[in-house]
């Protein structure tokens, strides 16, 4: 597979609105971006200048790119007190950013049967994105572990056979939750199967943990931690303390 080299985009806030109370999406723009070319699940990092004059990169994943429109949508999760966070809350249209992208390595492989896909809010624009990708008749099941039944979007599917799982376990630890627990139980299809986990560092490696109990490869496994509970992503938009 070869991945599209990651170039820099000045990009325009061009439209922002919540898809649900606690997922904002917004709409960059720039006419280059009709040259724009990624992968699905791949993202772009984000440049937030701080007050001391560096820059802090933050990363999401991009949920769906409009060559016609020339521009590119993230969904970011309303969660936290970070610099990405903030600045999604306030981006209106008309707002300047700098981006680096298309970023990242994961993306569907294409020797796979059916595809898991399991994380928590964060994971839910790559998993919806590479989900609405597949080809219509390969089957696809999502284990999404999000605040509350108002958090669940619905999958644009026309039919094709893709189930989702959403879990709500506000009290739990994320890694002991009954995401994990359902992963770990799931009556999944026969055939190969290759899974995508993203999230929070512990969510993620217990995810990995329960996929290896129950005897898949690590090569079936995409695995990436996208952030840290109590703790910033470093400056280059990764969490510090990463997955196993
Ligand atoms: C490849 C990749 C793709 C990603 N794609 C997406 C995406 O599509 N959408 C998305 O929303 N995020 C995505 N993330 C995760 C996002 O980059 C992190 O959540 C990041 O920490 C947000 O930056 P921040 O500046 O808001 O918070 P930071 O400055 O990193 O952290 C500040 C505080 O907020 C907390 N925090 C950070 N994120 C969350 C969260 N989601 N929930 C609860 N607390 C949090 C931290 O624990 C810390 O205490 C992705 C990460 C990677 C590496």
Sequence with gaps: MILPDPVGWPLTVAAA???????????????????????????????????????????????????????????????????????????????????????GKITLVDDAEWHLFAGDATAVPGAFAMMETLAGEVPAHAFLLVDGPEERQRITADGAPRTIAWRYEMSQPPESSGLVSAVAAADFP????????????????????????RGWGAEQISAKAYWNRGRANAGHGEPELKAS
């Design 17 to 103: 609105s919540n898809v649900t109370p606690q997922m904002r999406r917004i709409e960059l723009s720039n006419p280059a971006l009709a040259a724009f070319d990624y992968l699905p699940g791949q993202d772009m990092a984000l440049a937030f200048s701080k007050d001391d004059g560096t820059t802090v990169r933050r990363r999401y994943t991009i949920r769906r790119f409009d060559r016609n429109r020339a521009s590119l949508m993230i969904d970011v999760v309303l969660h936290g007190d970070g610099p990405g966070m903030r600045w999604a809350r306030a981006a209106r249209p008309g707002i300047s950013i700098d981006a680096i992208g298309p970023r």
């Design 190 to 213: 026969g055939g190969r199967g290759h899974a995508y986990l993203a999230g929070e560092v512990a969510l993620v490696s217990a995810l990995k943990a329960a996929l290896l109990n």
